[in-house]
């Protein structure tokens, strides 16, 4: 009975390496193939004339043009007013950013949460940190106590006091009914 199992076992190992296929190799590139430098736990302070502006807090980030565009993933940033007040929050699966101009760009179920509850949500958000604004092209959803709107295309504050719709806008402000389209 050994005999036969060791037989067995050499054959099937025989087998095996007499398969000389090269093993799969994937044709996709990846932000981790191509990125210069990758880091875990990454936080950043977006300041503008001494203002800080943001708090970026991001899971992951991979390194482009010689450190000087990131690829951030797991993304949390809290902005703030020129006082230094929070001014709201926001999470999104990745942003990118560019250190040169300080701007970023959120994708991916982007949620925009207020000090005060209101609730704006996006597949894409733009921050301008020297006009301290929101925007987005993108549709979008604002709920709170006082409003439950969406349209296409926004601009605001971070805190989303002052929102600007750009198109289609429909729903219910402060008593005020939005026409739909």
Known sequence: MTRWFFLVALGATAAACSDTSAPPVSTVTTAADT??????????????????????LADSAFFFDDNTRLDLRGVQAVFYTSTGA?????????????????????????VLVSVD??????????FDRTINQISSDSAFQATGPDRNISGIGFTSDPGMNNLRIMASPQGVMSGVTLPGR
Do not use: K, W
């Open 86 to 110: 929070r001014d709201g929050v926001m999470t999104s699966r990745q942003a990118l950013y560019a250190l040169s101009t300080q701007a970023m760009e959120a994708m991916g179920n982007v």
């Open 35 to 56: 990125a210069n430098q990758f880091m875990l736990g990454v936080s950043l302070r977006i300041h503008d004339g001494g203002l800080l502006r943001a708090d970026v």
């Open 117 to 126: 509850g209101r609730r704006l949500t996006t597949p894409q958000l733009r």
